[in-house]
């Protein structure tokens, strides 16, 4: 393989490892930024992997909307996909899943960087869990466009047999544990 093929695989492999992690419509300025690309090459490395995607018969493709793409699942999966879901949503809370609600519920509205900062490991298959379960809800980020803000939703505090969030056990204690660990130096 040429220096230049292996260029190209290498920022396939990066472009795809993003769409992966990310989950969610990436903006082609994003995707410049972080591989270090010209603008006129995003495109064309978007193209690249969606034919790829398509070519190798595999149950991921894009979707690429103006300048925005996301990794998605296949249509024709869709049935198993479902299946999965509502085996997901049958299941108890996980660890995890409770964690993350917390930290929501506490300090929300709160970005998922902020609740993967706070965690310590990436968390939007959790998110999508909990969104599907109707116990958050997600909104667009006033101060970042790109992203969104999650908070405890009106189902969950109902649930809870609260009015609000401040009503939670202990919500001054753990709002100022936040708030200091947000302002010591790390």
Do not use: C, W
């Not at 978007?46 to 300048?67: H, N, P, T």
């Not at 049935?79 to 506490?106: C, G, H, N, R, W």
């Not at 997600?138 to 992203?147: A, I, K, L």
């Amino acid at each position: 393989m040429n220096e230049e093929n292996e260029k190209r695989e290498e920022r396939l492999a990066a472009l795809e490892a993003l769409l992966f992690i990310h989950g969610e419509p990436l903006p082609f300025g994003k995707i410049e930024k972080l591989l270090g690309i010209p603008t006129e090459e995003v495109g064309p490395l978007v193209g690249g992997y969606s034919q790829e995607l398509a070519a190798a018969k595999r149950g991921l493709a894009l979707i690429v909307d103006k300048e925005k793409v996301q990794l998605v699942t296949k249509p024709k999966f869709h049935s198993i996909i479902q299946s999965f879901v509502k085996e997901q949503m049958s299941e108890d809370l996980t660890p995890a899943s409770v964690e993350t609600l917390a930290i929501i519920a506490y300090f929300g509205p709160i970005s998922r960087a902020r609740i993967e900062y706070q965690r310590g490991v990436n968390s939007i298959f959790i998110l999508r869990n909990l969104l599907l379960r109707g116990l958050i809800e997600r909104f667009p980020d006033p101060e970042h466009p790109q992203s969104f803000l999650y908070q405890p939703s009106f189902d969950l505090l109902k649930h809870l047999g609260i009015s609000k969030k401040e009503d939670l056990p202990e919500y001054d204690k753990f709002k100022s544990l936040l708030t200091q660990f947000e302002n010591t130096p790390q």
